[in-house]
């Protein structure tokens, strides 16, 4: 079983880095292989629409993106970390989320799946906002639940925290570090 945990946020050690660990600490317990990669390392393109994956279902652009398609291939689990930034995942996530399209064109234009033979993959959104506001989370886990989709990756949860905004403040949340540590034995004994 291997967990495939990416980082989305810019703050290094902030809210959803701590909240990622947690879960991949918890996934490392029961036995499972993890790796988490922080976007905001990597040279991730936006997506050019070139259309090139829809002739060959892999995208032209050779940057880190080809290592990460890589990982996403290899990997059972995913688990997906981005706080909140104008009510929406951060350009680090966006920019990874939209090179997917060569695998949307790999499913849906090259009628191959997506991300190999490999089956049964699950999917988990670890999010967090500063503020308190209806709605908060809900652009978010609309465009990861379309990744999910388009990736043939089950839903397997989330974890949603708003009000935490100074960097750390997530171990203030009553529970919040122990939830993640809970998931990410959850989401490997499913
Ligand atoms: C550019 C930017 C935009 C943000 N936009 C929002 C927002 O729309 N709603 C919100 O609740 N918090 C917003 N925040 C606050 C972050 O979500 C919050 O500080 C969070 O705890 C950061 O998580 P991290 O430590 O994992 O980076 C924003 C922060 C930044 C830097």
Aim: net charge positive; aromatic share 6%; glycine share 10%.
């Amino acid at each position: 079983m291997r967990v495939l945990g990416i980082a989305g946020s810019p703050r290094r050690g902030g809210n959803t880095d701590l909240l990622l660990g947690e879960v991949m600490r918890g996934a490392a317990s029961r036995g499972a292989e993890v790796k988490t990669i922080t976007l905001n390392n990597l040279k991730i393109a936006p997506c050019q629409h070139c259309d090139g994956c829809l002739e060959a279902g892999r995208c032209r652009v050779m940057d880190d993106m080809q290592m990460v398609y890589r990982e996403l291939e290899a990997a059972d689990r995913i688990v997906l970390a981005s706080p909140i930034q104008f009510m929406a995942v951060t350009a680090q996530m966006k920019a990874m989320i939209d090179r997917c399209q060569a695998l949307w064109a790999r499913k849906y234009v090259l009628k191959m799946p997506p991300l190999g033979n490999r089956r049964g993959r699950k999917g988990l959104f670890i999010s967090v906002g500063g503020r308190k506001v209806a709605n908060l989370f809900e652009p978010a886990l609309a465009t990861i639940r379309a990744l999910f989709n388009t990736l043939d990756i089950a839903y397997a949860g989330d974890l949603l925290f708003h009000g935490v905004d100074e960097k750390g403040a997530i171990t203030k949340y009553p529970d919040a570090l122990h939830q993640a540590f809970l998931a990410g034995q959850k989401l490997v004994e499913e």
